[in-house]
């Protein structure tokens, strides 16, 4: 079974008799044979959290995700319960008499299981404050080892080294029966986690591994291999094998249909005690004697292809499932939703699929695998044909097909049978990787990609590139080549090709230069991706779909998680995506809007003319953006239906009467904004009729009254002085009034607004017959105000011949900010008022 094994997190510890992987954080526990508990962050190596849990050693730890806990029991016979997050202690109670081997947590219920050498297994209620609700007894030496059923979790096994596994229900204390496992003490017991197998999977210190049929209650296999004891052996929920560790030092990867061994991984950190499996990524971290090792078993891109009318087929293990998305019909799906999809199983594949390839039209699907391949009919699945291979391709018309058998041995086939020539040129020059079908066959290697033509086998280029994959369009006009941080579009120019040919040119190794032209080079980071004509849609490392057309990207839409495109179904206008779990999504991508946007990249604006009026009615904003991004703003007017992008757009074209018209349809609440910018656009091109009536549909008196100013519109001065004032903005309303000369209508605007002090000053130079009256309000004001000392010191302008006499001086530092704000156009501003957005303030003393 071929599939890659990277190892992800190597750390040294004490020895680790305890691991478990969090459900959702990034997180590994592990309890250590110090007394110890760490947690990790796996993916990126770093030791995030201690806790010294106690002086001898922790032998089993276990996650409490749903109450942030996590608990452990050690060898002074205590079980404590951590808040991993607080590093609070909740709980620390004697479970056992002895010391605790083992503990697993219910999938459910509020219940943890404890085994202990006391022969015992005790079951804690943690809502019962920690009560315990059931013991259970039958075993006559040490427990290892206890897990629950995942088909039925209100029963759980035991492993013990009395040499027997003992399945019980939860709620009896006596075991529902017994297994004579092994001829020694058993270590470790696992149930299988899939529903087609009643079996378990055990190791014991007679250092072999056995399966059982815990139905029959007999062995269905026994696997030897390791040299001591083995500590564990597991199924893997995702992948068809088992992983075992043994005090031998090793961790070996068994066959799970098969049982034969197919990997043996040792890191030199002495004996292997403890494992646990994240389910969600094909990882397995396992404990040893010197620290902890984290490794990815496999890749976590689900296995699939989706034929051109929609029929999926994907594998899970060696199970193959269907389902035609062209029965899906509700186009009222929210975008980026789960689709319901109904799914049956159609067969099984003899090998572990790594790949599947839909032939071009439908009709067969090959499965590649463990160095071989095989090619099922798509309908009924049987057996088509098989044979040694790596790789696999199709050619165009579904006949032909090339195997690549190693690196640099090739076969190619037509109609089932072996061609004998001609052979592909230069075949075994080159070290190979894997073949793309086409129009072309393409093959990659470390450091280029290399095109042979089906017919000739003559080399047609080779392409200098560190490539992930190769991408043909459905027209066999267009290539993508995807690298690890771009992806190039070539065209494939056949006449120019074949010309080339005529003309005697040699063809060498490097094939016909004039084949392939550069289109574009995206900075994209590509993980799946289909042509739909001469549209490439994709999806990225950065979780997004995107498209592209002619020469630019656009994104459809980001996503949270890894998504997996399946296909195109025109009929839906849909784009249909998978997550690693082979849940549905989809996203709207109208074909003709792309067949609109690749006619205006071409310059072709006669066919866009003919295809606009196809386009989806829901479409035409979407288009119309683009167009504004070409500078093709006339047409993108012409095509929005979005009134605030119409607007725009007639702005940004000056075409200001349908502004106008479009401004006075919106509702006021909302028009403001509009009739603001109209009205600086019509002041720009000096649109003043229009700028004053777009301003006072805004209220923008500042705006207004610099228009005003500017024309010398004394009548509309008057207007917007009463309309300031109106308002409340007193500033405005008073530097109106003062542009005007109206000093009287200034001093009784300062009046008006309590601002007495500053009315005196201002009467005194511009309306001197104002000071007496306004003097005695002052005055008067002062009195009511409790201050008659100040009161008493104005000195009356009828008995001074200066304004600024002692009285005055004192009354107006006392009256007057130190911090007022005097304006050029002789507006006095206090702190509390803040002058308007054209005023020019001058700070200065009282």
């Avoid at 494939?492 to 230069?513: H, M, P, Q, S, W």
Wanted: charge should be negative; charged fraction near 25%; glycine fraction near 6%.
């Amino acid at each position: 079974m071929l599939f890659d094994v990277n190892r992800k997190l190597f750390s040294r510890s004490d020895r680790v008799k305890g691991a478990d992987f969090h459900p959702t954080e990034p997180w590994l526990l592990t309890g250590l044979y110090n007394g110890s508990v760490n947690i990790y962050n796996h993916e990126t190596g770093a030791l995030i959290k201690t806790f010294e849990v106690s002086t001898v050693p922790v032998r089993c730890v276990k996650f409490i995700a749903r109450k942030n806990w996590f608990v452990a029991g050690s060898d002074d016979f205590q079980l404590r319960v951590f808040n991993y997050n607080t590093h609070e202690k909740v709980a620390a109670f004697e479970a056992h008499p002895d010391y605790i081997r083992c503990l697993t947590v219910h999938p459910t219920a509020s219940i943890v299981l404890t085994g202990s050498d006391d022969m015992t297994i005790k079951a804690w209620d943690w809502d019962k404050q920690w009560k315990c609700i059931q013991i259970y007894e039958g075993h006559t030496h040490y427990i290892m080892n206890i897990t629950f059923n995942p088909k039925d979790a209100n029963t759980f096994a035991s492993a013990c080294l009395d040499r027997t596994v003992k399945m019980w229900s939860l709620g009896s204390p006596s075991a529902n029966f017994t297994m004579d496992a092994h001829d020694k003490g058993v270590n470790y017991v696992d149930f299988y986690p899939g529903s087609d197998k009643p079996y378990l999977v055990t190791t014991g210190d007679d250092k072999t591994i056995k399966i059982w049929d815990y139905l029959s209650k007999s062995c269905v296999q026994t696997m030897e291999g390791h040299t001591n004891n083995p500590s564990f052996a597991v199924f893997h929920p995702n992948l068809p094998i088992i992983i075992s560790g043994s005090e031998d030092g090793t961790v070996k990867i068994w066959n799970g249909g098969t049982y034969r061994l197919e990997n043996t991984l040792s890191y030199a950190l002495e004996r292997a005690w403890c494992v646990s499996l994240r389910k969600d990524a094909n990882e397995v971290a396992v404990g040893f004697d010197e620290g902890i090792v984290v490794i990815k078993l496999g890749r976590d891109e689900p296995t699939f292809s989706m034929d051109p009318s929609g029929k999926l087929i994907y594998t899970r293990n060696q199970e193959v499932l269907s389902g035609n998305l062209q029965t899906l019909q509700d186009d009222t799906t929210p975008e980026g939703t789960r689709i319901p999809l109904s799914i049956k199983e159609i067969g099984n594949t003899e090998i572990f699929a790594t790949s599947l390839i839909h032939s071009p039209n439908g009709r067969f699907v090959t499965v590649v695998g463990d160095g071989e391949y095989i090619i099922y009919t798509a309908l009924a699945w049987r057996n088509k044909s098989f044979g040694n291979g790596i790789s696999f391709a199709w050619a165009n018309d579904s006949n032909t097909y090339a195997v690549l058998e190693t690196r640099v041995k090739l076969r190619v086939y037509k109609n089932f049978k072996e061609r004998g020539s001609p052979l592909m040129k230069g075949v075994g020059s080159w070290s190979v990787e894997s073949l793309h079908g086409g129009p072309l066959l393409g093959a990659r290697g470390k450091g280029f990609v290399l095109f042979w033509d089906w017919e000739t086998g003559e080399v047609v280029r080779r392409i200098d590139v560190d490539a992930k994959n190769i991408f043909w369009s459905g027209t066999g006009s267009l290539v993508a080549i995807t690298s690890d941080d771009s992806f190039y579009v070539l065209r494939f120019d056949r006449d120019a090709y074949n010309a080339k040919l005529e003309e005697g040119a040699e063809v060498t190794d490097e094939g016909i230069e004039e084949a392939f032209e550069v289109v574009a080079e995206i900075p994209d980071n590509v993980k799946t991706a289909k042509w739909i004509g001469d549209c490439f849609i994709y999806t990225t490392v950065g979780n997004r779909l995107n498209y592209f057309v002619g020469s630019e990207s656009y994104t459809i839409s980001p996503s949270d998680t890894s998504m997996y495109i399946l296909g195109y179904i025109p009929s839906h206008n849909r784009v249909y995506l998978a997550d690693k779990d082979m849940k549905i999504f989809s996203y709207s991508l109208s074909l003709s809007v792309v067949e609109y946007q690749t006619a205006v990249l071409r310059g072709d604006m006669d066919g866009a003319a003919e295809i606009l009026p196809t386009l989806p009615k829901e479409q035409l904003n979407k288009v119309a953006r683009f167009l504004e991004l070409r500078d093709m703003k006339e047409l993108a007017l012409q095509v929005t239906t979005d009134p605030d992008h119409k607007f725009d757009l007639s702005l940004q074209l000056d075409d200001l009467d349908s502004a106008l018209e479009i401004a006075r349809s919106v509702p006021d609440v909302e028009a403001e904004a509009k009739w603001k910018a109209l009205g600086d656009r019509a002041l720009a091109v000096w649109r003043f009729d229009l700028a004053r009536e777009a301003f006072e549909k805004a209220g923008d008196i500042n705006a207004l009254m610099l228009l005003l100013l500017s024309t010398g519109d004394r009548d509309g001065l008057q207007k917007l002085a009463v309309m300031a004032e109106q308002k409340g903005a007193n500033n405005l309303a008073f530097a109106t009034l003062f542009q005007l000369g109206d000093a009287k209508s200034c001093v009784d605007l300062l009046l008006k607004t309590n601002r007495t002090p500053e009315a005196a000053l201002f009467a005194r130079t511009y309306a001197p017959s104002e000071v007496p009256k306004i003097v005695d309000t002052w005055r008067e004001e002062l009195k009511t105000k409790n201050r008659p000392k100040i009161a008493a010191a104005i000195a009356h302008p009828s008995e001074n011949t200066g304004l600024f006499e002692e009285g005055w001086e004192e009354a107006l530092s006392r009256e007057v900010d130190t911090r007022s704000t005097i304006l050029p156009n002789g507006t006095l501003v206090t702190p509390g008022e803040a002058p308007s957005p054209s005023d020019d303030g001058i700070l200065v003393d009282a």
